[in-house]
């Protein structure tokens, strides 16, 4: 029977990606106590790269929303594998550190980034509210358009 987690992404219509692994030297999560820390996550499908570029430059402030919300489908994919295939003991979204590939005269990263946070609320519930940051960067890897690490708590 699949959990109240799993059942709410498919009332959502979301599908997760398969986690990617890691594509240097590093792991894409570490569990510390009750807290997991997920690796920067990007816009990656299934192996494929989208959203490529930047933010105030080749992509519109939605577009970078639909580029967030992939990386939190990441970071959720993630999540899933960190706490043994059961989202349910996912027991809050601590925080999330987000960063958007943009031109330097670009101010928008907020409303860029509530791409992934308000999918991650509409996820999880009162317990997917988070600290969060929001950031320009001048390049991201593989040219994304955004990066997100995220920190959760299991039970």
Request: hydrophobic share 50%; glycine share 10%; net charge negative.
């Amino acid at each position: 029977m699949a959990g109240k987690i799993e059942a709410r992404l498919k009332e959502l219509g979301l599908e997760l990606p398969k986690a990617a692994a890691p594509a240097a030297n590093y792991v894409p999560y570490v569990v510390s106590g009750n807290l997991v820390f997920i690796a920067g996550q990007i816009t990656l499908w299934n192996g494929e790269l989208k959203f490529l570029g930047k933010v105030g430059q080749d992509f519109t402030v939605d577009e970078g929303k639909e580029a967030a919300k992939l990386c939190a489908l990441n970071i959720i994919a993630q999540l899933r594998e960190a706490a043994g295939g059961d989202l349910d003991r996912v027991k809050r979204i601590v925080r999330l550190g987000a960063f958007v590939n943009s031109t330097p005269d670009f101010t928008q990263q907020p409303e860029v980034i509530n791409g992934a946070s308000d999918l991650i609320v509409a996820v999880f519930g009162e317990s997917g509210k988070h600290a969060r940051a929001a950031v320009s960067a001048g390049a991201l890897p593989r040219n994304v358009a955004v990066e997100i690490e995220a920190v959760a708590e299991l039970s």
